[in-house]
């Protein structure tokens, strides 16, 4: 059997933590990206909801609107 040194095995454990460094921070970096666009998509999202909410209540004053206008009309 091959018995490595002491320098050696700290050599190897040292090379599989940088691995493993490079490789968390790939990961890190995809999910920052990730993030990123998943805040803009909800901005954008939330931007529609307001719009469509501002849309609704406009609906909602013509609907009021006619209810009033047939109102006078039929008393």
């Known amino acids: 059997m ?6 050696e ?11 493993e460094y490079n490789t968390l921070k790939g990961t890190n970096e995809a999910m920052r990206n990730e993030l990123t666009a998943l805040k803009a ?3 954008l999202k ?4 307001e719009k ?3 849309e ?3 609906k909602d004053l013509e609907i ?3 209810l009033s206008k ?3 009309i039929l008393g």
Do not use: P
Request: glycine share 2%; charged share 40%; hydrophobic share 35%.
């Open 2 to 7: 091959e018995n490595k040194s002491v320098v």
């Open 9 to 19: 095995k700290l050599g190897d454990k040292v090379s599989f933590v940088l691995e």
């Open 41 to 43: 998509e909800k901005e």
């Open 46 to 49: 939330n931007q529609e909801i």
């Open 52 to 54: 469509l909410t501002e």
């Open 56 to 58: 609704n209540a406009m």
């Open 64 to 66: 009021e609107e006619i």
């Open 70 to 72: 047939i109102e006078s």
